[in-house]
């Protein structure tokens, strides 16, 4: 008797209607679940999938699309060393005059807001992008010109200008101070490093080159390679660690390199390498990113179509 009560007591629940509010809730709740896993689910596999169709994709044209938006972010990169007071200490030792930087940058909106970081401290991190790379070189540039370092007065600048340091694209091409290049060579402790600081800049600067030429950071001799100098020295009293310094420094080439980098991210890319996981120390070598080895790359690569990004230059 107590089992036919039961049964019928349930048949009578299930025979009364479901309110629609709490139909709606339920549903909702149903359809936020699904879509907040299928977000997870894709966010969490779009790395491996872009990896993938770049590594799989029979387009060419649509790898170094791909390939472009690694090398090259729209985003772009901060890089680790902050502004500090190098920007106002650039302006002050008179590499650079003000007057004269702001008529390069003219019609350049985006560098002339980078001006800020010129005029005083500041804690920001340095960022390289498409918009800024030409501004970053420059100032970059400046700072290793101007910065007392023995790597100017001792090493490969001086042994190889035979007495005249003012002979090279990177000391005779610098137009934008107050003063004669000659006297801001190496004139001013902008960044102060201790001997062992110096060494390890030193260290780094020797395996660290640029598609333009085929000398190592330790001979700037162009003003990529000072712009370079600049940022090891400041990085190193930073204290950025060795490992971190080559990615920044791959980055900052990319920008100012971007065919060379992209066609180099084309070659390792046939080699079932990532550029995202590429060892930078390696891709700053001399077999890739000297001229040398940059020319090899675009050999390797030459049947890819597509590969026609803007080339950056070693002018002001």
Avoid at 25 to 53: C, D, H, P, R, W
Avoid at 106 to 126: I, P, R, T, V
Avoid at 225 to 234: D, F, K, P, S
Wanted: charged residues 20%; positive net charge.
């Amino acid at each position: 008797m107590r089992k036919i009560q039961l049964k019928r007591k349930y048949k009578n629940i299930l025979k009364k209607a479901v309110p629609l509010w709490l139909t709606l809730i339920l549903l909702l709740n149903s359809i936020l679940a699904t879509g907040f896993i299928e977000y997870y689910l894709m966010k969490k596999n779009f790395n491996s999938q872009l990896l993938a169709l770049s590594q799989t994709t029979k387009n060419p044209q649509e790898l170094v699309l791909i390939l472009k938006q690694k090398v090259l972010p729209q985003k772009g990169y901060p890089l680790s060393v902050k502004w500090n007071d190098i920007g106002r200490k650039l302006m002050e030792s008179g590499v650079i005059d003000k007057k004269k930087y702001e008529e390069l940058f003219l019609q350049d909106q985006y560098a002339k807001e980078q001006m800020k970081y010129l005029g005083k401290n500041s804690s920001d991190h340095m960022m390289i992008n498409e918009k800024n790379s030409r501004f970053m070189v420059n100032t970059l540039w400046a700072l290793g010109l101007v910065n007392k370092n023995k790597i100017l007065t001792e090493g490969s600048m001086k042994t190889y200008g035979e007495g005249d340091v003012m002979r090279f694209a990177s000391t005779g091409g610098w137009n934008l101070g107050t003063k004669q290049t000659s006297e801001l060579y190496a004139s001013t402790e902008i960044i102060k490093l201790t001997s062992e600081q110096e060494e390890i800049v030193k260290k780094i600067a020797q395996n660290v080159y640029r598609p333009c030429c085929g000398n190592s950071t330790e001979f700037p001799d162009c003003n990529h390679g000072m712009a370079a100098l600049g940022y090891i020295e400041a990085a190193v009293a930073q204290g950025v660690s060795e490992k971190q310094i080559y990615k920044d420094l791959l980055k900052l080439n990319a920008f100012w390199f971007p065919q060379q980098y992209v066609e180099l991210a084309a070659y390792l890319n046939s080699q079932k390498t990532d550029w995202d996981k590429v060892d930078a120390k390696v891709a700053l070598s001399s077999q890739y990113s000297s001229a040398q080895g940059a020319q090899q790359t675009q050999q390797n690569v030459q049947n890819i179509p597509g590969l026609n990004i803007q080339q950056g230059g070693c002018g002001a």
